[in-house]
């Protein structure tokens, strides 16, 4: 996770009694020692001088503000400062820590959140290899690793791809056999052609992953892991292949209730913005839903991996059409639509079905947290655990590893559920025979 640390620093007296020569000479050895950080990923935004005239200004003279990649980057760099002798010469007092966006860092005052150190690194770069395969007439990629009797399924949602699971998917190595899609017209997937308004709407994308599903021949003993609409799409496979089905996962789901009064005044008018004309040409032309994406995650996003986001959807056009057809689809008020109709029918199969599932829910979250009576809805549904931890929308980038973490538990539970099944099985005695 990306680090910022600020110094605020005066004079001491030590250093009024140098020389100008030997300021001189400790000040130029300092752009050296910075130097070798520099070239792996520390970020010098700036430094300079503390306005006396600032509203309530520290009582310190100067300034430094860096940006860096890692937590043990920000650890490297402080001990090089203690080490160059700078502190006998500067009065200082530092702050660091994870960069967050503004509306993470005010959620946790409003929380009262106390400080926290940094956790475990979050790469900005995917290990995993693509491969691709055609699906009714287009090139679909997806991410195809390990192998076992379990096939365990990773499916993203509007402006993601496959890059979304990068720093989930090593918690369930071992677990079996590990995939991780890029819908139609996401990723390194193509898009379709002649694409107009609806093209991508939830039944194309359903379509398309399961006829990749089919070709993928993922077995008969799979485990869905969704994210926003990642996760319908994986419902409606469910739905379809109950009986190949050994558990759903899922964290931001489009679930009922719809009424406009379960989503907060502000999304209502992005989204009626969204439906109009003015919407379209934002999205097409400005990349408005993207743009949008990165400020409401937890954490500032590092360059390379907004990159990875942005590159799918970076010229303007039809090529940004996935990105305005997905929030097109969400179901409010009195609207009526196939996709609504498809999205109720999920949630009452998930009341009802025995399938384990797993919800991986953000606190405070996003869309199943806007609506308050929505959560409460999902922790009805039949044989159904449910895993907290801190996050808004973009649960496995806000916060992947906790993520992980909780799928990998889960996981853990279902293999010892299959382990008692079959014990149970082989212990019972064969049909037509007798104990004496």
Request: aromatic residues 10%; hydrophobic residues 40%; glycine residues 8%.
């Given at each position: 996770m990306?680090q910022?640390?600020?110094e605020l620093?005066k ?5 009024l009694?140098?020389s100008?020569a030997?300021r001189?000479?400790?000040a130029m050895a300092?752009?050296?020692?910075l ?6 990923g520390?970020?010098?935004?700036g430094?300079?001088p503390?306005?006396?005239?600032t ?10 503000v ?5 937590a043990?980057?920000l650890?490297?760099?402080?001990a090089?400062?203690?080490?160059s002798g ?13 960069a ?12 009262l959140?106390?400080?926290s150190?940094s ?6 770069t ?13 090139r ?5 690793e390990?192998?076992g009797?379990?096939t365990i399924v990773f499916?993203?949602g509007?402006?993601?791809s ?7 998917m090593p918690y ?5 056999r590990v995939i991780a899609?890029d ?16 093209s991508?709407?939830?039944?194309t994308h359903?379509?398309?992953?399961s006829?990749?599903m089919?070709?993928?021949?993922v077995g008969?003993?799979v485990?869905?892991?969704g ?6 799409v ?8 109950e009986?190949?089905v050994?558990?759903?996962?899922f964290a ?6 719809f ?10 008018g992005?989204?009626e913005f969204?439906?109009s004309p003015?919407g379209e040409?934002?999205v ?7 743009n ?6 937890v954490r500032?996003?590092a360059?390379a991996?907004?990159d ?6 970076r010229s ?9 057809d997905?929030?097109r689809?969400?179901?409010?008020g009195?609207d ?5 109709d498809a999205?109720?029918a999920?949630a009452t199969?998930?009341s009802t079905?025995d ?8 606190v405070p ?5 806007v609506g308050?009576?929505?959560?409460d809805?999902?922790?009805?549904y039949?044989n159904l655990?449910?895993?907290?931890f801190?996050?808004f929308h973009w ?5 992947p590893h906790?993520?992980?973490e909780h799928?990998?538990?889960w996981?853990?539970e279902l293999e010892d559920?299959?382990t ?12 037509g025979s007798?104990?004496s």
């Amino acid at each position: 996770m990306q680090q910022l640390f600020i110094e605020l620093y005066k004079y001491k007296p030590a250093w009024l009694e140098l020389s100008a020569a030997e300021r001189r000479r400790f000040a130029m050895a300092l752009p050296t020692a910075l130097g070798s950080l520099q070239e792996r990923g520390l970020e010098i935004l700036g430094y300079g001088p503390n306005d006396p005239a600032t509203d309530h200004r520290a009582d310190f003279d100067f300034f430094s503000v860096y940006r860096l990649p890692d937590a043990e980057l920000l650890r490297e760099l402080q001990a090089g400062i203690a080490e160059s002798g700078w502190y006998d010469y500067f009065e200082q007092v530092n702050a660091g820590g994870p960069a967050l966006t503004p509306a993470a860092a005010l959620l946790q005052n409003v929380m009262l959140a106390p400080a926290s150190e940094s956790g475990p690194a979050v790469s900005p770069t995917s290990p995993y290899r693509k491969k691709s395969v055609t699906v009714l007439g287009s090139r679909m990629s997806y991410v195809d690793e390990g192998a076992g009797d379990r096939t365990i399924v990773f499916v993203h949602g509007d402006v993601m791809s496959s890059f979304l699971w990068r720093n989930v998917m090593p918690y369930v190595e071992g677990f079996g056999r590990v995939i991780a899609v890029d819908l139609i017209g996401a990723g390194d997937s193509e898009k379709l052609p002649d694409a107009t308004a609806g093209s991508y709407g939830f039944a194309t994308h359903a379509k398309h992953f399961s006829a990749l599903m089919d070709q993928l021949a993922v077995g008969d003993d799979v485990v869905l892991v969704g994210h926003d609409w990642g996760s319908n799409v994986a419902f409606d496979w469910a739905m379809q292949h109950e009986d190949r089905v050994a558990g759903i996962a899922f964290a931001e789901a489009l679930l009922p209730p719809f009424e406009w009064s379960d989503w907060p005044e502000r999304m209502r008018g992005q989204f009626e913005f969204l439906r109009s004309p003015a919407g379209e040409q934002a999205v097409l032309e400005d990349n408005f839903f993207v743009n949008a994406a990165q400020h409401s995650m937890v954490r500032m996003l590092a360059p390379a991996e907004l990159d990875t986001i942005v590159r799918p959807y970076r010229s303007p056009g039809e090529s940004r059409r996935p990105t305005i057809d997905w929030p097109r689809e969400v179901p409010f008020g009195d609207d009526r639509t196939a996709t609504r109709d498809a999205l109720e029918a999920q949630a009452t199969c998930l009341s009802t079905s025995d399938t384990p599932k797993l919800h991986l829910a953000g606190v405070p979250g996003g869309i199943d947290w806007v609506g308050g009576r929505r959560r409460d809805a999902i922790a009805q549904y039949r044989n159904l655990s449910r895993s907290e931890f801190p996050g808004f929308h973009w649960t496995p980038e806000d916060n992947p590893h906790a993520f992980g973490e909780h799928l990998a538990a889960w996981l853990h539970e279902l293999e010892d559920r299959r382990t008692r099944a079959s014990a149970k099985d082989a212990d019972a005695p064969a049909a037509g025979s007798s104990t004496s």
